[in-house]
């Protein structure tokens, strides 16, 4: 049945349909998005990016993360079945998808988020994804983001009403007609070097800036 699901999920026609089924649901939502100018101002101005959130946030971002296509931005994605799912709609909104987790095929696919990085200076990472847990940042953001001379831009996704599914990060769809906010934080630069204990405290700052924002 899973060997099934997963080949219909890696199809084209299942990412489009399942795409499109989220940009119309997603459009009855009232959104507001705060702080995103000077991130896109310093892109714009030739400097590199990686954007981050909660893997618990994703649905609600899917239709307004179509205006950042222009950037041939990347994201990594596992090859489970949720992880094929999202990279299909991820796909059509505009982003490569980078084949790897913290468990399989790690070191490959940061190394090839980090040379995408710097090709394309523009990235999405999921700081907990894909199995969780949920709430703990992942050192791969940090890798990442050190690796190709990039900031970090914290965002997180607020609805004032959802459902919050039984899965492991609880995984948020806002309901019809939600107030929802898209919230980027300034951003995070990191040193030029950057020893164990360095590369821990940067992950705890991220964690410590996104985590209250998040529901466990």
Request: proline residues 6%; contains cysteine; glycine residues 8%.
């Amino acid at each position: 049945m899973f060997k099934k699901l997963r080949k219909i999920a890696k199809t084209r026609p299942a990412g489009v349909i399942i795409h499109w089924i989220i940009r119309l649901y997603c459009a009855t939502f009232r959104l507001k998005v705060e702080n995103e100018a000077e991130w896109l101002n310093y892109l714009e101005q030739g400097g590199r990016v990686l954007l981050c959130g909660w893997h618990q946030q994703f649905f609600a971002g899917v239709r307004y993360f179509k205006k950042y296509k222009k950037y041939q931005p990347s994201l990594m994605s596992s090859k489970s079945l949720d992880g094929q799912i999202a990279a299909g709609v991820a796909k059509q909104v505009g982003f490569y998808t980078v084949w790897g987790s913290s468990s399989k095929r790690a070191t490959a696919a940061l190394k090839e988020m980090i040379q995408r990085l710097k090709d394309y200076r523009f990235a999405l990472h999921l700081l907990d994804g894909p199995r969780g847990p949920a709430g703990v940042v992942k050192p791969g953001v940090i890798a990442i983001a050190h690796g190709a001379g990039a900031v970090i831009i914290p965002g997180v996704v607020i609805a004032d009403r959802a459902w919050y599914l039984n899965s492991w990060d609880r995984f948020m769809i806002p309901k019809p007609f939600a107030r929802v906010t898209i919230k980027y934080f300034p951003k995070i630069e990191l040193p030029p070097e950057m020893d164990k204990a360095e590369y821990e405290n940067q992950r705890k700052k991220l964690e410590e800036i996104m985590r209250p924002y998040l529901r466990l």
